[in-house]
């Protein structure tokens, strides 16, 4: 392994990040309609094809490959080919966008009024804008910013709209199209709406790659989509999904265009306006459908104050830069170019790592509050005891928040936490801007919990309510997971290894970035340079002593190891309550649909009876990850019947990972026992 002087040469500390500036500010101090009846002349890009929407379509199904598949699929089906072609038609004019500056004009009125109210600022860093700007200009840009929240790509639209730049076309779900009026504003707006599954509807597929990759050749405008594929309710970033990306860079790999430019954008909320949606949602409460009515139902929003959001654009990530020595792109020249082909295993490979890179990118510019330092720090302290659960002393909280944020920073943390206001008045402003979970009395911070009700009629639902506190609290804490995971995976594996030989520990911390592959961005592949950008971090704030052959905890920091082990702990404990169930309670016909359900009532028998102090074992978020990383390693499987699939549980590997993961076993054997 590299020595750790060779990464300090990328030290996270080290990286330079942009100012940022409020654009409420000038719309606080100026006339809205004035705003959004300027003279919108944006800059486009140098190549750019001029056409109008309704002329894109006309592209789309005359082209070349869609013509291709049409015939391909008459010839096959023995259909009629100008039926095939009608079909074609209905699901462009499904699909397709309609943008008129007039909607977005509307749109960003609106926008501004609701925007002065409910939020305290805006902040873009424009010098990202600048750099988005001349990406624009140069080739055909692929916006991909990070989805926490329905407002991530409204924002995205009126940001740009109020920077002169280039509207982008965005990737939406079809759930919008349900909302009457509001469906045909977003379209308007410039939505482009996709079914959620294509499944094999080539005919489908064939129109909607044709749709986007036209508009990336004619450098039309900025493509926007969601890399992680869904909001994530939980906070985490979610694996990338790759189906869209593959869509945008092929046109590189065709030589259709020079490069692609991909764009990160985090944005981060102080308040997320869903937090208590999210959390029923995980706790099983169906996700409601998108409707107009709905909207409406929840304009009582406009009297809650949900604090700053922060807007960084990233550098942009060339296609071309990416592909250099990796990709033969002479290979695309053996076929006609509207052929339909799989991407070769190089091209698929380069696609993942540029996803993974993309989301990682993400992350680093996360602006993260002085609120998410201090949920960790009362979910550590929480206990599912209600009469034990004492919170913890606001002057402790204040100076453990102090600690945290010295820790994070080193860490590498992208942390807007004022310095020149008091320690004690910024605590006091996070605590009740976020009143809605936490509630201060008789100087000590507790997080609420909604199942103390007396309308609550059995402690199941006392529990239930107690829950969506807890979840919504975690989203919070998840937000700064990213930054503190990789010296939490190490110092674990140090914890559960009972050995400080550096392969035991790099044994562990490698089993422990495995099985946890699905719940965190870890980049495949990656396990070497994670591990020592751990041991750099724990070397650098004195936390860990590396010898020859051995890692130590130094004594004088035990306060850092623990904190980290106890980072990781929530996410031990609910995957072995799931190894548990699965060895215990799963029987011969348990089915996917079924296991999430199924899990959630035995966790809540644990609770209820004092032997599991973790309600984000209830989420099914980390339910469905654990099964994942089961099925990735083979301790379950999936078995094809003839109406449904069941999980097959091989109880001595998933017994073995239960051990591994609570230090009873080292993890060289666990992978033995699993051979």
């Known amino acids: 392994m590299a020595s750790n002087s060779l990464y300090s040469q990328r030290d996270p500390v080290l990286k330079k990040r942009d100012d940022f500036e409020d654009m409420l500010e000038e719309r606080r101090n100026s006339s809205d309609l004035r705003y959004v009846l300027k003279c919108y002349a944006p800059l486009l890009y140098k190549g750019v094809t001029p056409c109008t929407a309704s002329k894109l379509k006309d592209i789309v199904l005359h082209s070349d490959q869609l013509r291709y598949v049409i015939n391909q699929l008459s010839r096959e089906t023995g259909e009629d080919r100008e039926l095939i072609q009608e079909e074609a038609s209905a699901i462009l004019d499904e699909m397709a966008h309609r943008q008129q500056i007039s909607t977005v004009r509307f749109l960003a009125y609106t926008l501004t009024k609701a925007f002065k109210i409910i939020f305290r600022n805006i902040r873009v860093n424009e010098d990202g804008i600048q750099r988005l700007q001349q990406a624009i200009q140069e080739h055909p840009v692929v916006l991909l910013p990070s989805h926490r929240s329905y407002m991530d790509f409204l924002l995205m639209s009126y940001i740009l709209f109020t920077y002169d730049l280039t509207l982008p076309v965005i990737a939406a779900g079809m759930d919008f199209m349900g909302m009457k ?7 308007m707006s410039g939505a482009f709406f996709l079914r959620r599954s294509f499944g094999g509807d080539r005919l489908y597929w064939a129109v909607f790659s044709e749709y986007v990759k036209t508009m990336l050749r004619s450098g039309y405008a900025p493509i926007e989509f969601f890399l992680e594929g869904t909001r994530s309710r939980t906070s985490k970033s979610l694996t990338p999904k790759l189906g869209l990306l593959n869509i945008v860079m092929e046109p590189f790999f065709k030589g259709e265009v020079f490069d692609v430019s991909l764009v990160p954008v985090s944005i981060s909320y102080e308040r997320i306006m869903e937090e208590t949606l999210y959390a029923r949602e995980l706790l099983g409460v169906p996700k409601p459908k998108e409707s107009t009515s709905g909207l409406l139902k929840a304009r009582n929003v406009l009297s809650e104050d949900y604090g700053s959001i ?7 990530v060339s296609v071309r830069s990416l592909a250099h020595s990796r990709v033969n792109r002479a290979e695309y020249n053996c076929l006609p170019r509207h052929i339909p082909r799989r991407p070769s295993r190089e091209a698929q490979a380069l696609v993942n790592d540029a996803a993974y890179r993309v989301v990682r990118l993400q992350e680093e510019n996360m602006v993260l509050k002085p609120w998410v330092l201090m949920a960790l720090l009362l979910l550590q302290n929480h206990t599912t005891d209600q009469d034990q659960n004492q919170g913890m002393e606001l002057d402790l909280l204040t100076e453990q928040s102090l600690w945290l944020r010295h820790l994070a920073r080193e860490y590498g943390a992208f942390l807007d936490w004022p310095d020149h206001v008091p320690p004690a008045t910024v605590v006091s402003s996070s605590l009740s801007l976020h009143k809605g979970l936490v509630c201060v009395s008789g100087g000590r911070v507790r997080l609420l919990e ?3 009700s007396p309308s609550s009629t059995s402690p199941e639902e006392s529990l239930f309510s107690r829950a969506v506190g807890m979840l919504a ?4 804490r998840n937000q700064v997971l990213h930054i503190f995971l990789r010296p939490a995976l190490l110092a674990t594996a140090m914890h559960t290894a009972n050995s400080t030989k550096k392969e035991d520990v790099y044994n562990g911390f490698s089993f422990l970035r495995n099985i946890f592959s699905n719940e965190f961005i870890l980049c495949p592949g990656d396990t070497v340079q994670d591990y020592e950008e751990a041991c750099y971090l724990l070397v650098k704030t004195g936390a860990v002593q590396v010898l020859q052959d051995h890692l130590l905890g130094t004594d004088r920091t035990q ?4 904190f980290l082990v106890a980072v990781l702990e929530p996410f031990i404990q609910g995957y072995q309550v799931v190894c548990r169930f699965l060895c215990e309670e799963a029987g011969e016909g348990l089915t996917e649909k079924e296991f999430v359900p199924a ?3 035995f966790a809540v028998k644990l609770i209820l009876a004092g032997s599991l102090r973790c309600y984000e074992v209830l989420s099914s978020d980390l339910q469905k990850n654990s099964l994942a990383a089961l099925l990735r390693m083979g301790a379950v499987q999936k078995v094809k019947g003839a109406d449904k699939v069941t999980l097959k549980v091989n109880k001595m590997a998933v017994n073995s990972l239960e051990d591994t993961l ?5 993890a060289q054997k666990a992978v033995l026992a699993r051979l």
């Not at 009026?181 to 379209?187: A, T």
């Not at 609570?662 to 080292?666: H, N, Q, T, W, Y």
């Open 662 to 666: 609570g230090g009873k076993l080292c």
């Open 599 to 601: 899990v959630r009532s």
């Open 559 to 562: 306060d850092t190891l623990s």
């Open 181 to 187: 009026f509001i469906g045909e504003m977003l379209r």
């Open 450 to 452: 909604a199942g103390s």
């Open 310 to 316: 922060h807007v960084y654009f990233g550098q942009p």
């Open 473 to 476: 609290c975690t989203s919070y």
